[in-house]
């Protein structure tokens, strides 16, 4: 399975996340297709054909049976990565032993998510991670499921600031 | 589909190094980096960002919303402030520019997400609806 023939299922009512990892995907050659509604997700992966389902473990709830343990009954080859905005190391074992591939928390780091969905050809040869990182000016990805930024507020006072060259330029 | 531009600035390098990795891991193209309110606005128009991350409280003989403004007038980008200080008289100067978002340090990595989404969908239909002038 190549990168250009994957198609994704990206089930997530959060907008900002799922346009993020959408876009991320498609440029790194991917097909997604969005859904806001755990409920069609039976009749889309029946008439879809995807290769990854990718889920918000609140929409897994919602329906009367868990759609991770639907989706892996119904579809043993589909690959199953679970989001959610708690990197919880239960939750992660919780999906995992339903029949999840992958849990990773919200924002999703696109690095890792390759690490999963990219064959070893494509990750060797450059893949998403070139285009990611977008040529020269990429940085080394982050380890983790998830980063937390480390914003803190390092000035003394909000008073007038001196002229003095700082920084990297 | 293409990886939406990002001008970061910032003159605290840590604050900077994060926001840069953050935004990378995203899926974002940091196009460039600036300290100093005058070099932001000189990278804004030499890499036309989408985006740009403004610190207001900046190195130099102007501040971010000063620059913000200068980089306004010269193009479409969106603005996004970015301060650990909040008083009403900045906020007012601030709104001024018109900004596509104001988030006070330190700054949740969902809800930064968030207002960089919401920024660059709005960007995308005002350009769409002709609202905004290309430089």
Redesign the interface.
């Known amino acids: 399975m190549s990168s250009s023939e994957s198609s994704v299922l990206l089930l997530d009512r959060d907008?900002?996340?799922a346009?993020?990892?959408e876009?991320?995907l498609?440029?790194a050659g991917f097909s997604v297709t969005r859904c806001a509604d755990p409920a069609r997700l039976p009749d889309l992966l029946k008439a879809g054909r995807f290769d990854v389902l990718i889920a918000d473990v609140l929409m897994t709830r919602i329906t009367d049976e868990d759609l991770i343990v639907w989706a892996r009954q119904n579809q043993r080859k589909l690959r199953i990565v679970i989001m959610s905005?708690f990197e919880s190391p239960f939750l992660d074992k919780q999906c995992i032993s339903k029949g999840a591939d992958l849990f990773v928390a919200?924002?999703?780091?696109?690095?890792k998510l390759q690490e999963f969905l990219l064959p070893v050809e494509d990750r060797t040869s450059g893949g998403l991670r070139q285009?990611?990182?977008?040529g020269s000016?990429?940085?080394a990805?982050?380890s983790g499921a998830?980063?937390?930024?480390?914003?803190?507020?390092?000035?003394p006072s909000?008073g007038p600031?001196?002229?003095?060259?700082?920084?990297?330029? | 589909m293409s990886m939406p531009r990002i001008l970061i600035v910032e003159d605290e390098p840590v604050v900077a190094m994060s926001l840069r990795r953050h935004l990378t891991t995203w899926g974002y193209h940091v196009v460039g980096q600036a300290v100093r309110g005058e070099q932001a606005v000189v990278l804004a128009k030499e890499f036309e960002p989408d985006l740009v991350l403004m610190d207001i409280q900046l190195v130099g003989d102007i501040d971010g919303i000063e620059a913000a403004s200068q980089i306004r007038a010269q193009s479409d980008a969106a603005v996004i402030f970015l301060t650990g200080y909040s008083d009403s008289k900045m906020f007012a100067r601030a709104r001024i520019t018109e900004p596509y978002g104001y988030l006070i340090k330190p700054v949740l990595p969902k809800d930064l997400l968030h207002t960089i989404e919401t920024a660059l969908q709005r960007r995308a239909r005002e350009r769409g609806s002709g609202k905004m002038n290309s430089a």
């Not at chain 1, 998830?146 to 000035?155: F, N």
């Open positions: 907008d900002a996340n346009r993020a990892v876009r991320g498609a440029v905005e919200k924002p999703v780091d696109l690095h285009s990611l990182a977008g000016e990429g940085i990805p982050m998830t980063v937390k930024i480390a914003i803190q507020r390092t000035r909000p600031r001196g002229r003095g060259e700082r920084g990297t330029g």
